[in-house]
């Protein structure tokens, strides 16, 4: 028993060491087959057929099953990089627009687009939402704390109404946290988190499983968590 307890733990380890090497290798591999079978060999005929038209030799082989195969590949990103610039542009981002809203029309596609794109742009685009610092609040109820990432100040027009300063935290969801919530939480009941950003959305992908060293700021935090506590009873 104590060695199949030994094989266990070795495994699990060996696979936690080897499982994110492994899974990276493979999203390259089959982005690079996809781009091949789905893209690049369509560049490639049509390399085929304009050096056909232009001088008349069959170069198929070489172009499609031999070693120029992967000019079609390094077009394609060539490609997408120059639609980039064009997209890029005030004439390109102003196109962009109009297309979008014809997307947006289209009964089925407005149902999934928006979705996508939320995540592309997340993962793609360098807009993305500007976090200041990690912090803790009770939600959803008092003596159950949430991690959040604090966006702005909140809402000048709502601090004037109420006479007291919030922040805009965002709430990330797990295992995907590029959806959310976004709350106006009241700047006195947050609690500064000593711990990163990348640490903060590590630590909501993996449910809570990788977890960062946290400790409250010395001083003004274990305060402010006194008062909290204090407060609920």
Not at 12 to 17: F, I
Request: charge should be neutral; glycine fraction near 10%.
């Amino acid at each position: 028993m104590r060695i199949m307890g030994y094989f266990k733990s070795f495994f699990l380890r060996g696979m936690a060491v080897l499982l994110p090497t492994i899974l990276t290798i493979w999203i390259f591999i089959w982005g690079y087959g996809f781009i091949q079978k789905n893209i690049s060999v369509h560049i490639n005929r049509g390399i085929v057929w304009l050096v056909k038209e232009t001088s008349g030799l069959a170069m198929d082989e070489f172009w499609i099953h031999g070693p120029g195969s992967i000019a079609g590949f390094i077009l394609a990103l060539v490609g997408v990089c120059i639609i980039g610039a064009i997209f890029a542009s005030v004439v390109g981002r102003a196109l962009w627009r109009m297309i979008e809203k014809f997307i947006m029309e289209i009964p089925f596609l407005k149902k999934v687009y928006p979705y996508i794109k939320q995540i592309t742009d997340f993962l793609f685009t360098k807009d993305k939402l500007s976090f200041s610092r990690v912090v803790a609040f009770e939600y959803p109820r008092r003596g159950v704390w949430a991690l959040g990432l604090v966006t702005s100040n909140g809402l000048k027009s709502l601090n004037k109404e109420i006479g007291k300063e919030h922040l805009a935290v965002f709430l990330p969801t797990s295992p995907t946290p590029f959806t959310g919530f976004i709350m106006m939480v009241p700047k006195e009941e947050v609690i500064d988190l000593d711990i990163t950003i990348e640490e903060a959305i590590r630590f909501t992908v993996s449910g809570g499983v990788i977890t960062p060293s946290m400790k409250l700021d010395e001083g003004h935090d274990d305060g402010k968590a006194e008062e909290l506590v204090s407060q609920e009873e």
